[in-house]
T-cell receptor, first 114, second 110 residues
């Protein structure tokens, strides 16, 4: 069966420090991978998505970046965190099957920037 | 990908049916309607999806209008545990890009 792992679950970082959130998927191949962010009391904002290794599409200009070094690994990074980067970060995967393909989410990483 | 419009909030009495509407007037013929819900501090959970026929599973029913421009998610007997934010999205193919709207916050009251 397929599983998705996301870590760390919680993180408290000072402004200006770097960030690395990691997501891995097991039990499937060639998934579409996604990073979403949810600020407190807000909806889900798509940050990045990837349809293959090394293929990253960015949705929102920001100081974050994403990389996909392996088929089932998706990393969210920042060189210098801002206060506004605080939020709940969710990784998700999907296998497009024709025109369908359910989206599966990880448990999320809660980032607080102080 | 088509955009969706949902009311920001709704209330429902416990034990009654909750009917959550979604407008997706720009949906194209090969796009499916998906519903997810998010309980506080958790990742979104899949509920149901459909193309043009009504669908039912153990969690909910999905009614899609004949012109496919809107749909309704029905929770037949809402419980307090159904209190959550419900998201309606449309997707199709391998465009990759999946945009969530603001969703509807459903409050089930005793």
């Amino acid at each position: 069966s397929q599983t998705i792992h996301q870590w760390p679950a919680t993180l408290v970082q000072p402004v200006g420090s770097p960030l690395s959130l990691e997501c891995t998927v097991e039990g499937t191949s060639n998934p579409n991978l996604y990073w979403y962010r949810q600020a407190a009391g807000r909806g889900l904002q798509l940050l990045f998505y990837s349809v293959g290794i090394g293929q990253i599409s960015s949705e929102v200009p920001q100081n974050l970046s994403a990389s996909r070094p392996q088929d089932r690994q998706f990393i969210l990074s920042s060189k210098k965190l801002l206060l506004s980067d605080s939020g709940f970060y969710l990784c998700a995967w999907r296998i497009p099957q024709g025109n369908t393909g359910e989206l599966f989410f990880g448990e999320g990483s809660r980032l607080t920037v102080l | 990908d088509a955009k969706t419009t949902q009311p920001p909030s709704m209330d429902c009495a416990e034990g009654r049916a909750a009917n959550l509407p979604c407008n997706h007037s720009t949906i194209s013929g090969n796009e499916y309607v998906y519903w997810y819900r998010q309980i506080h501090s958790q990742g979104p959970q899949y509920i149901i999806h459909g193309l043009k026929n009504n669908e039912t599973n153990e969690m909910a029913s999905l009614i899609i209008t004949e012109d496919r421009k809107s749909s309704t998610l029905i929770l037949p007997h809402a419980t307090l545990r159904d209190t959550a934010v419900y998201y309606c999205i449309v997707l199709g193919g391998n465009t990759g890009k999946l945009i969530f709207g603001q969703g509807t916050t459903l409050q089930v009251k005793p």
